[in-house]
């Protein structure tokens, strides 16, 4: 602040400087703001599949009336799983697409959308996607709805296309749908 030489009392800055001042400081308050929110999402990013990258895909050879000679015969799944060479390159590929800054394969599960056990594509890069291994919805928890849904559908209590659509469309609302409160036991994994 400049003085007055005759009264040696502060000059007040000019009104237009305050208020630039103000003005620029709300602005930097937004930025932060937004960039805590867009942090926020990121983080929570990764426990739903982006769905322009993975919108899910089936296996045109599986459907309802066939899923006793296919899906629901124990070790099916086993026969057409992609080999893991094939699922680690993939892995690496879509954890860059996907734009998450934690790059470390170890911390992912290159996971089946649609899981193999109801009918997903076995090696259509639409139905695969690097899901976190460390979050509140993680691959563990996306297991067990695999399991509830696998003996949903062979058990005659889901139809094959409700299971799948459940399943590319919000697979943490068909969760909580299908496996909070769920009659069956949760042991192991099918897919």
């Known amino acids: 602040m400049k003085t007055n030489t005759s009264s040696q009392a502060p000059i007040p800055p000019p009104r237009s400087k305050i208020l630039r001042s103000v003005t620029s400081h709300r602005e930097n308050m937004k930025k932060i703001a937004l960039a805590l929110l867009l942090v926020a999402g990121f983080a929570a990013a990764g426990d739903l599949p982006n769905p322009k990258l993975t919108p899910g895909a089936i296996n045109p050879e599986i459907t309802q009336s066939n899923i006793q000679q296919t899906v629901c015969v124990k070790g ?37 959308l649609i899981a193999l056990s109801i009918g997903g594509d076995p090696r259509d ?9 460390n979050s509140e919805w993680s691959a563990a928890k996306k297991d ?20 799948q659509t459940a399943m590319a469309t919000d697979w943490i609302a068909a969760y909580k749908r299908y496996v909070v409160g769920s009659r069956y036991k949760i042991k192991g994994r099918v897919d």
Do not use: M
């Open 144 to 163: 067990q709805l695999e399991v509830v849904l696998y003996r949903s559908v062979c058990d005659g209590n889901v139809t094959l296309a409700e299971a």
């Open 125 to 133: 890069e639409r139905n695969l996607w690097p899901q976190p291994r």
């Open 76 to 112: 099916f799944t086993k026969t057409i799983r992609p080999p893991a060479y094939y699922t680690n390159k993939l892995k690496k590929v879509q954890i860059v697409e996907y734009g998450y800054a934690d790059t470390d394969p170890k911390h992912y599960e290159e996971d089946h």
